[in-house]
């Protein structure tokens, strides 16, 4: 499939965010005694109540509208924040996987499978590195969405790299014509095309509990802003839109080929590749 849909990791990213039920402004207690009946005063009847914003990613201290209108404040550029940190996150996904989108950008491949007779084994991908591209599009309209963002892309993209190393082909039947080749050569072929998650792979990196206690450890500012509950709620939309796209990405278009030593007509016809190798060119996660 395509890369992930932003859409679909902005609304992960939201929910995780909404769950962590945090109240602006932040601290605030109910005056107590007097101060309580000159808080009451203070305020017009319509300002005593007012509707909260919505979609909720925080919870007003109070119905007064002080408060609901530093939560709606807050849902506006912390929401804008989520959103346009997780369409970056993705538009470099799609960069990564397609190729061909951005200049010098090219798409991710598999090089060095080695194929004897019908089975592949080994290679390992190559691809763009994520950190720059995700730059390209994330926030940095303030030097507070900078910081942030160079502490998301800089872990998620090294995160991504380890992982891409770890993937292999353990043993796939990916040729089966090449059990018995009548050539001295397999001509190109295709692999049969399998899920991206049948590789063995170790996705340990894109835990979002290990990204997310990166992230707070570059961030090293603990008295920013919700920056636990952001990096968290990134971290963890990322690694289920992960989960998903492994399922539903297909590993296509490796041409495998190689010598076939064995073949000796008239009297051995056919034999198996031994030693060949197979090639992902560009486009072929899909």
């Given amino acids: ?60 201290a109070s119905l007064n509208k002080y408060h609901t209108d530093t939560q709606k404040m807050h849902i506006a550029k912390v929401g804008k924040f989520i959103d346009d940190t997780c369409s970056a996150i993705c538009t470099a996904w799609s960069w990564w996987q397609g190729g061909n989108l951005v200049p010098l950008v090219p798409g991710a491949a598999m090089v060095g499978v080695v194929v004897a007779g019908p089975t592949a084994s080994g290679g390992q991908i190559v691809g763009a590195p994520w950190t720059p591209l995700i730059l390209m599009n994330a926030p940095k309209s303030s030097p507070a969405e900078m910081k942030y963002s160079n502490v998301i892309a800089t872990v998620i993209g090294t995160a991504w790299l380890t992982f891409t190393a770890t993937v292999k082909v353990a043993g796939m039947p990916w040729y089966p014509a090449f059990a018995a080749v009548p050539s001295p050569v397999a001509p190109p072929a295709p692999n049969i095309p399998c899920p991206f998650a049948a590789l063995t792979q170790v996705p340990t990196s894109l835990a979002c509990d290990l990204l997310k206690t990166q992230m707070v450890g570059q961030l090293a500012d603990p008295t920013a802003p919700f920056h636990q509950e952001l990096f968290e709620s990134i971290a963890d939309a990322f690694e289920k839109t992960y989960n998903l796209w492994k399922l539903s990405t297909m590993v296509t278009n490796v041409m495998g080929t190689g010598p076939v030593p064995t073949f000796a007509p008239p009297y051995v016809p056919v034999g198996p590749v031994v030693g060949g190798v197979g090639i992902m060119k560009p486009g072929g996660f899909t």
């Fill in 1 to 60: 499939m395509p890369a992930p849909q932003a859409s679909a990791m902005q609304q992960l990213a939201r929910l995780k965010f909404t769950s962590f039920n945090l109240k602006v402004p932040t601290n605030w207690k109910d005056p107590q005694g007097n101060a309580a009946d000159h808080y009451s005063r203070a305020f017009k009847p319509d300002q005593k109540s007012s509707s909260p914003g919505m979609p909720p990613l925080f919870q007003p």
